[in-house]
Structures are given as structure tokens and as C-alpha cells.
């Protein structure tokens, strides 16, 4: 019963999983945190790593990547979904986010997946974007998944409905090719979505009921935000990150901590440059417990 991207969990306690029979549907289970990261140190670390790569600078999106990765690769349950009523947990851990070829009305969106490693860090990250983004950003590049529906809606729409019907059945019983699908960014372990790059503030991003994807990240626009420290409000440098998860793959105390850890990791960002699959110090997991 296992799929070619996720192993079946037999053994799940009770209420996982008699869950998915009582709400089936993940947009059914969606729920919603907002986070505010202070972005001093990320911006002092960010002029140290430009000043030695000149060429392809370093970001802001780059480190929030590299975060989320870390944060999958290190609490096991966000690895998990829900598919058939089953849960899974993934083989991989993988990120995919659209991007924009043109800031135009009319400017094409290519989608873009990232398989990552477990050794991986910071590095690996912007070198691994910056490959990608460089081959997306050609207007005549088309990525398999556009390629694969701009096919279908080629056909007579006699024929592409039924097809499209049927390849919708077989997604929903976890039948479907991979071909199809390795490259769907509904699919990956998240999808990130940076707002903040085209102006907009933070904001959720609904989940889907097709596909695998059990948690989002919308990345708002970046700016001075109020901060009490010390009795006073003091305005820094900041995002806010808006997530929304299944909360059928974990409780509420779990995503907190993940989310904590997440920002634990951006407002110390040297933490970045370890491997994803590093484990955190007991100093480190004592600031997170205090937050």
C-alpha cells in the first residue's frame, strides 16, 4: 500500500486514524498561524555572504527556504499527509513555489520543485535556486506540469474532460503515474509563496484537495514592524510568514514548536549554514521551550 513518493503508516494511533474518515477532505482541515521574524541578523548575515558572492547575491526568500526545509527535515510529522483516508509519510523532502518570468499582467508563471538532501545547507539552497531560476526565467521555458495541461486543453474538450476526469480518479486513490505528477508543485512536502515580491502583505494560502501538500508558507512583504521589548515598543526590520496546515498530521502544540524553531532558525541565521538534518543543541531547544 505504499506509493512512489510516501511510505503507508500501518500502525498510526487510533485517532489518526479513524480522522480521515471523519473529515476526508484537507481543505476541510485547513488551519492557520502567523509569524512576525525579526530580520536584524538576517540582514547583517546577508551583507557578510553578498560581500563574498558578488555574482548571485543571497536573499531573504533564500533563508526562508533553507528554514522550512530544516524544519520538515527535523519534525517528522510535518513529512506526513493524508491521501485516500491513509496517512503517509514522504520519502523526500521537497519545496516547489511559482515563479514569475515577467513583472507584467501578461508575464508567464513556470513552477519550480526542489528536491532536497539531508547534508544540505544555505549553500546548497542558493546554488540549487539560483540554477533553477536561471533556466525559468527564459520566456520560451515551459516546465513539464505546464507542458503536461497545455496539452490537454489543446484536445477537443469531448476528449480532454473525460481524460482529465479519469486521471482525477486516479489521483484521488493514489493510482496515478508519477510522470504525471513529479513535477506538481501540489505534491511537495510545501509550497512557499512570496508575496512580499510582488507588494503584497502576508497572507494565507488555502490548501488543495488534490495532491499531497499538508502546509504552505506565504511570505508577506518586508518593513518595519512593532516590537515590545523592555516595556516599550521598539520598530524593526521584519516579516510576517503565514502558514496553513492540515491539522489532521499533527496537534497545535507540534506546529507551534516547528514554527518557533523556524524562527528560531531566521533570527539566528548562522544556524543555516549547518546540514538540514543537524539536531538542535539542548541550549537551543531550552530558547525555543522559553518563547
Request: proline fraction near 4%.
Amino acid at each position: 500500500m505504499d506509493r512512489f513518493d510516501a511510505k503507508y503508516l500501518k500502525d498510526c494511533d487510533s485517532m489518526h486514524f479513524i480522522m480521515p474518515f471523519m473529515f476526508p477532505d484537507r481543505c476541510d482541515n485547513q488551519t492557520y498561524f502567523t509569524f512576525q521574524i525579526d530580520l536584524t541578523n538576517l540582514n547583517e548575515f546577508l551583507k557578510k555572504k553578498n560581500a563574498e558572492n558578488p555574482d548571485y547575491k543571497y536573499n531573504m526568500f533564500q533563508c526562508i527556504v533553507t528554514g522550512v526545509l530544516k524544519i520538515v527535515t527535523l519534525r517528522s510529522k510535518l513529512s506526513l499527509f493524508i491521501h485516500d483516508r491513509k496517512m503517509y509519510r514522504r520519502n523526500e523532502v521537497s519545496a516547489a513555489f511559482t515563479v514569475k518570468q515577467e513583472f507584467a499582467d501578461n508575464g508567464g508563471e513556470v513552477l519550480a520543485f526542489i528536491h532536497s538532501k539531508p547534508e544540505w545547507n544555505i549553500d546548497d539552497v542558493h546554488n540549487e535556486l539560483r540554477r533553477q531560476l536561471l533556466k525559468l526565467k527564459n520566456k520560451s521555458y515551459v516546465d513539464e506540469s505546464t507542458g503536461f495541461m497545455d496539452k490537454f486543453n489543446k484536445l477537443p474538450k469531448f476528449i480532454s474532460r473525460p481524460v482529465l476526469r479519469f486521471v482525477c480518479w486516479l489521483e484521488k486513490h493514489s493510482w496515478i503515474p508519477k510522470a504525471l505528477v513529479e513535477t506538481d508543485p501540489y505534491h511537495s512536502s510545501v509550497v512557499l509563496a512570496n508575496l512580499g515580491s510582488i507588494g503584497l502583505p502576508d497572507g494565507y494560502h488555502h490548501l488543495t484537495n488534490w495532491g499531497t501538500t499538508s502546509m504552505f508558507v506565504v511570505i508577506g512583504q518586508s518593513g518595519k514592524m512593532p516590537f515590545f521589548e523592555n516595556e516599550q515598543v521598539v520598530f524593526k526590520d521584519a516579516v510576517k510568514l503565514g502558514f496553513t496546515v492540515d491539522e489532521r498530521i499533527a496537534d497545535g502544540y507540534y506546529f507551534s514548536k516547528s514554527i518557533k524553531m523556524l524562527k528560531l532558525f531566521l533570527e539566528n541565521p548562522e544556524l543555516l549554514e549547518r546540514p538540514l538534518n543537524e539536531k538542535l543543541s539542548d541550549e537551543l531547544w531550552a530558547k525555543i521551550n522559553m518563547k
